[in-house]
């Protein structure tokens, strides 16, 4: 896994933490004047479910938060970690507009759990040091929209590799839902990747650091043609959020299947994070 932070972070500083609970304006305290807000709120997993399952629930949560967001700050970036990552981005995009307050640029979802996967999965094939892998996954955040380029690492993979890492990179999740046995699903390893893509936003929105690139679920213009509002890809942070989404790249024959497949599946999961808050009575 990659440092994200430098030796001198482990030191206590003068930085204060406070905690809030519900009651007495606690989540209007909480929000007030922020500059980036993280949403990791919602239930976990359990064994046998998906991403996808846990809309019901947690699309609630993210709403009743992006609601709160737009009232007590509504400049801030705010970075989602709850899942479904391809529905509560678009769940809060549509709270946002109902609000007037929507730029596309500061709504970003935190997709670098499968990064930090993919490149410790190829370094134990490959025998490398995982801190120099940096595979670069694309799509979305679910099952078969997660797409690991597996051809841009430099490295050479058997068919049966390929096979075996990508469902691995896709289905990795589900490793650490049934090895918990229905106790909850990845905690740990979420928030590190999710600490690695905030130190970088920081660096860019406070320190001013350019050419800083994250993997991120945002409002991309990449597959307009396919009616694909939102697509994670490399993304260069700035100080407004969103700098500049990259392209994909050159993809391999394997690559260009698993984004055939992905599409469709993506779109239908759009379509349902922005259907629920159309349909919501407030």
């Known amino acids: 896994m990659r440092e994200c932070f430098d030796s001198k972070s482990c030191l206590t500083t003068s930085k204060a933490v406070t905690g809030y609970v519900r009651e007495n304006d606690g ?5 007030t004047d922020s500059d980036v807000i993280v949403i990791p709120a919602g239930v976990p997993r359990k064994p046998g479910m998906t991403r996808d399952d846990l809309f019901n629930t947690n699309a609630g949560i993210v709403k009743e938060l992006a609601v709160a967001a737009a009232e007590f700050a509504p400049k801030a970036i705010m970075t989602v970690i709850s899942n479904p990552v391809n529905s509560t981005v678009p769940i809060i995009s549509e709270v946002y507009k109902k609000y007037n307050i929507y730029d596309p640029r500061r709504i970003l979802g935190i997709t670098t759990l499968d990064v930090v996967r993919a490149s410790r999965f190829v370094s134990e094939l490959k025998g490398t040091d995982p801190s120099n892998e ?15 380029l597996l051809s841009q690492t430099g490295h050479t993979f058997t068919d049966e590799e390929l096979k075996t890492l990508t469902h691995r990179i ?18 740990l390893s979420m928030a590190y990747a999710a600490s690695c893509f905030v130190d970088s936003l920081l660096r860019a929105m406070v320190k001013g650091e350019k050419g800083i690139i994250e993997p991120s679920y945002v409002k991309s213009n990449l597959f307009n043609s396919d009616n694909i509002e939102y697509f994670a890809s490399n993304v260069e942070l700035s100080a407004e959020g969103v700098g500049k989404v990259h392209p994909l790249g050159k993809l391999s024959a394997y690559e260009k299947d698993l984004l055939a497949a ?21």
């Open 27 to 31: 989540l209007k305290l909480a929000l």
């Open 134 to 148: 940096k595979v670069t996954v694309v799509g979305g955040h679910s099952g078969v929209t997660i797409i690991p």
């Open 170 to 187: 896709q289905f990795g999740g589900d490793e650490v839902v049934k090895a918990k046995a229905g106790t909850g699903s990845a905690t």
């Open 262 to 282: 992905a599409l469709p599946e993506l779109k239908k999961n759009i379509a349902k994070g922005a259907e629920f808050v159309a349909n919501s009575k407030d």
